[in-house]
């Protein structure tokens, strides 16, 4: 072994035990949080190759750092529902980290929402919201309301409350949240016009995904969906695959979902299944996307309904059945953990050749090594589902230049974006010995400018 070699070797010894050693310390730190430290681990064993050729990382003590949130704020929020009852709910905002930029991440209302599934949430933000290239940083916030069966007045009671405890920790340079799960136009609204009466300005910037007529960006709607298609198409396109006459499932009927399903068909795939958290549809012919926007985007109904106006189409009365179902390309979009090693090994039985995630985390650690060792493409939801917060960030741009872009000039922005993410990942991953392994890639190439980032700001 030459000289060169044996400090290399070395070095990988040394970033392997402080690895070991920053996740240990970690878990003890935050025993009952399984979410989160499913992401960190994901995120630390990807960075050894990065760690042993640039000790300095480990010498300023990053991922301590990193693992740290920078702020995690917890409230209580009261609010009066129809019957004029008092109900009381858990508010949260983890502002993680703003190396880069003003924390940026969106606000979660469901019912299993906890500390944990925040700080996954913006852990895995820091590196996505720092791939897309944009100046922003990593944060996430949410609560354990449940929007499902409540009324639009109590929905915007629970907003105002929500808001009067979260607004002094926001603002456009400080903190931007955005939807996600359970927050869509209606509920920004409620909480941008909440954040208004209490400030006594109107700060467009301070939250994303607004309506149009206040500051809201064209195709931030589609802008996840759409993104994942574009990334996806990339990795096919670099492989010798196409969307175009592939058979494609997606799971979830939401945001991510629908807009997923509306480019994939575009570009000449047939979509056969999606589904909510009851169930899932099956439809040979290719799922008929007009209904599906009626029941979810219009209504508030169940994806069942489906087979009323669609008879030959199939309802499975379970929603991990959707992974049963035969395809070429598999896009989960509805929630963290939905494909386990199980799921990972009856799509490969079925012969899938690419998996897309949209939905954050919806793969666990031992599904994608099923994935991976398996040979089937793997898009990490880091990295392709970074399109909704890119073109937040783009809302960001418009709203303090006080112009609006048309949507086509962000759309084109956007598929820039998931091009260039596409390409920095496969190159990291290249750089770092793992040529073609995107999971590596995006977190390499997500920490490197954070991480360099936080050692020019000095140990704050
Ligand atoms: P929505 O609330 O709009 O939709 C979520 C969908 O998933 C609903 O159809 C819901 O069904 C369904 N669902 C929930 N749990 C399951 C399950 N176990 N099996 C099948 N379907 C299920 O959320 P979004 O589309 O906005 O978000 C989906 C995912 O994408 C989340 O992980 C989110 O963090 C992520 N994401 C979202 C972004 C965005 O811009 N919106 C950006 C980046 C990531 P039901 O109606 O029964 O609840």
Request: glycine share 10%.
């Amino acid at each position: 072994m030459s000289t060169i070699e044996a400090t290399l070797h070395s070095n990988e010894q040394k970033a392997k035990q402080y690895v070991k050693n920053v996740y240990h310390a970690t878990e003890q730190r935050n025993p009952h949080e399984t979410e989160f430290l499913q992401a960190v681990k994901e995120i630390v064993d990807s960075l050894v190759p990065v760690l042993a050729r640039q000790p300095q990382y480990m010498e300023s003590g990053i991922l301590e750092r990193l693992l740290e949130p920078e702020k995690v704020i917890s409230f209580r929020v009261p609010w009066v529902d129809d019957q004029g009852k008092v109900q009381v709910n858990r508010g949260y905002r983890v502002q993680f980290n703003s190396a880069l930029g003003p924390y940026k991440g969106g606000l979660r209302f469901h019912p299993s929402v906890n500390e944990s599934i925040i700080k996954f949430l913006g852990f895995e933000q820091i590196f996505k919201n720092s791939l897309t290239g944009q100046p922003i940083g990593g944060g996430k916030g949410g609560s354990d309301f449940d929007p499902k069966d409540k009324t639009d007045m109590e929905i915007m009671r629970f907003c105002q409350s929500f808001m009067t405890e979260l607004y002094e920790h926001i603002g456009p340079d400080t903190d931007v949240p955005a939807g996600d799960v359970g927050v869509n136009a209606r509920e920004i609204g409620y909480l941008f016009g909440q954040y208004k009466k209490l400030r006594g300005t109107f700060e467009a910037g301070v939250l994303t995904g607004k309506g149009l007529e206040y500051g809201g960006s064209l195709a931030r709607t589609e802008a996840t969906g759409y993104g994942l298609v574009y990334f996806v198409q990339e990795m096919l396109k670099d492989n010798g695959l196409e969307f175009n006459g592939s058979t494609v499932i997606v799971s979830g009927s939401g945001n991510v979902s629908i807009y997923a399903m509306e480019k994939a068909a575009e570009f000449g795939a047939k979509v056969v299944a999606c589904s909510d958290s009851d169930g899932c549809i099956y439809d040979e012919n290719g799922i008929d996307l007009d209904t599906v926007k009626e029941l979810k985007e219009a209504g508030n109904e169940r994806i069942s309904a489906y087979t009323e106006s669609h008879p030959n189409a199939k309802y499975l009365d379970d929603c991990s059945s959707i992974w049963s179902i035969p395809c070429d390309i598999a896009l989960p979009c509805a929630t963290q953990n939905e494909i386990d090693e199980e799921t990972a090994k009856a799509l490969i039985a079925n012969e899938v050749k690419a998996v897309g995630e949209g939905a954050n985390m919806p793969s666990t650690n031992e599904a994608i090594d099923v994935f991976r060792n398996n040979d089937v493409l793997f898009a990490p939801a880091k990295a392709a589902n970074a399109g909704g917060v890119a073109v937040s960030a783009l809302e960001m741009a418009q709203n303090s230049s006080k112009l609006m872009w048309s949507f086509e000039d962000v759309d084109a922005r956007l598929q820039d974006i998931m091009k260039d993410i596409y390409q920095n990942s496969m190159q990291a991953a290249t750089d770092y010995g793992t040529p073609g392994n995107l999971v590596a890639g995006a977190n390499i190439a997500g920490f490197i400018k954070v991480a360099d980032a936080m050692i020019a700001q000095g140990v704050i």
